[in-house]
């Protein structure tokens, strides 16, 4: 079985590097891709490790397309590529701005007390809003994780604020400068209509798109049969991944990918080609 997208402690994960290896040999995983967001941060940490499972570095980037945002992979990257570190630096930047005024927001609303090394304590990456939704359930406010971002966190909502993002053409560029490959991340996520995906694919791939998350958690079989059949139609990277979180989302387990056992072996067969 593999896995090539999920995150740890160095985004908004609940497991280190160390513990999803050692968790993805007990689900018997034979490889996994670790894709923190807009961070590499836990690439080191994660490729120090002994283990058998096949390792392949990553990282998840927020995207601005019009018709809206989505989630770009890059898998195989140079962790230490220069101008991918100087880029993941400046959404970082930006995200500590977004979370202190997400802090006055949640002082105002609530009228309670809170400050970023509040929110900061026991994590060890970059806070993001599933780490809000945990503050949000710590003070009896919402009963889920699920409940804040319906209620305070979702796009619309009192304490939603929008990310600065990259352009596709900029991510896309940042992932083949870092000698990676470039991947649509859970694609249903677009709320696209069939024709509307397949056009959005082809605008990607004149950017220098290189695959698609075909099998995933948030999948249902019809919806991969689609995304297969247009990753075939342009020769594209079929990928497989669970989006796994840990703790912050308990409704997905690792290996979780919805991937049939003929497509493991295949996305597993392409993988050793990269090493």
């Given at each position: ?16 590097p ?82 202190s ?37 710590d ?38 400068k870092a ?97």
């Amino acid at each position: 079985m593999i896995d090539l997208h999920m995150h740890s402690t160095y985004s908004d994960g609940t497991l280190t590097p160390q513990e999803l290896l050692n968790y993805a040999e007990e689900k018997k995983l034979k490889a996994i891709a670790l894709t923190d967001h807009d961070t590499v941060n836990g690439i080191e940490s994660f490729l120090s490790v002994e283990t058998d499972i096949l390792k392949v570095s990553g990282v998840e980037i927020s995207i601005d397309f019009d018709p809206g945002t989505f989630h770009l992979v890059g898998l195989f990257i140079k962790h230490n590529d220069e101008n991918l570190k100087t880029k993941l630096e400046k959404l970082k930047k930006y995200r500590r701005e977004r979370n202190s005024k997400l802090v006055e927001l949640i002082k105002n609303h609530f009228g309670i007390e809170i400050s970023l090394s509040d929110l900061q304590k026991d994590i060890d990456g970059e806070i993001g809003r599933p780490h809000i939704a945990k503050f949000l359930m710590d003070k009896g406010i919402v009963s889920s994780t699920q409940e804040a971002f319906d209620k305070y966190l979702g796009k619309g909502k009192p304490l939603y604020i929008a990310k600065k993002r990259y352009s596709a053409i900029e991510g896309i560029d940042m992932i083949k400068k870092a000698s990676g490959i470039s991947i649509i991340a859970h694609p249903i996520t677009l709320d696209l209509e069939n024709e509307q995906f397949d056009k959005f694919t082809k605008e990607l791939i004149e950017y220098g798109l290189d695959g698609i998350e075909v099998f995933c958690s948030l999948h249902t079989i019809k919806d991969s049969k689609f995304y297969l059949e247009i990753a075939k139609k342009y020769n594209l990277f079929i990928s497989a991944g669970s989006d796994f979180h840990g703790l912050n989302k308990t409704d997905v387990d690792l290996g979780q990918t919805n991937c049939p056992e003929e497509y493991q072996k295949s996305i597993y067969t392409n993988l050793l080609k990269y090493f």
